[in-house]
């Protein structure tokens, strides 16, 4: 746990170099700390070397770690995980961000349930992008008819894609992905942002367009855990 500082700035080297590489302005892209598993204090290690964005799994976890850590005040945290109904309130009251949204119901328990003392919570799609049936999220296809849904709702901002391919496949699913952004974007202009990538293959996902690129391993270290709602 005593290199995170080192951890996060070679990621944000390493980030600004292949931005270089690819010709995007490395202010385009965000790195969402995802601390999943690791204890507060790691997270106010990163946020003490200027780390801001953070992203949860788990909501009970989420509340916990946000209830600890209330002294850092420009904390935001970008709820990733399943969500479901009976936990949507958690997420509304504390999360900045929601990358993870796959389901129109949950959409609007969120919209309802978010503290207008808030302002609205930032919600990306979950594209189930590798067709894969355990996972999460919808089919291109379903696309349209979500997004418009979710756009109506007074709470939620619309504010792009998110998706995890299957091992093997990340190429493939990235290029796919920048693709639904773009038409996704002719309705939705403000709908810009695209999570993808994680620590074995964000290069390939900032070449694909990438504005969001969530590191765990990367960040924080192997997690010894991996936990199970
Ligand atoms: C755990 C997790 C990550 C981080 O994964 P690493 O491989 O540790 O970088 C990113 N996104 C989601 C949705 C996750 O669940």
Not at 15 to 30: L, T
Not at 84 to 106: C, F, G, M, P, Y
Not at 199 to 206: R, V
Request: overall charge negative; charged content about 20%.
């Amino acid at each position: 746990m005593n290199n995170i500082a080192e951890q996060l700035n070679a990621a944000y080297h390493n980030i600004a170099e292949n931005c270089h590489k690819y010709g995007r302005d490395p202010a385009s892209v965000r790195l969402i700390a995802v601390s999943k598993t690791k204890p507060a204090a790691a997270i106010s290690e990163a946020y003490l070397s200027g780390q801001r964005q953070f992203g949860e799994n788990y909501p009970q976890e989420l509340l916990s770690k946000a209830a600890e850590l209330t002294e850092l005040p420009e904390l935001e945290w970008h709820f990733i995980g399943p969500l479901q109904s009976n936990k949507t309130r958690l997420v509304a009251e504390h999360a900045s961000w929601v990358h993870s949204i796959d389901r129109l119901k949950i959409a609007e328990r969120l919209s309802a349930q978010r503290p207008v003392d808030l302002g609205p919570l930032q919600v990306l799609l979950q594209i189930n992008i590798s067709n894969e049936a355990s996972k999460a999220g919808i089919s291109a296809a379903e696309l349209p008819e979500l997004a418009a849904a979710v756009a109506k709702l007074p709470l939620l901002q619309l504010r792009g894609l998110m998706a995890i391919p299957a091992p093997g496949d990340s190429e493939r699913a990235f290029a796919e992905m920048q693709q639904l952004s773009k038409s996704l974007q002719q309705q939705h202009p403000g709908a810009t942002e695209l999570s993808m990538g994680m620590s074995d293959d964000w290069p390939l996902a900032l070449q694909y367009g990438a504005t969001m690129i969530r590191l765990g391993t990367a960040i924080f270290g192997a997690r010894t855990y991996e936990k199970n709602e």
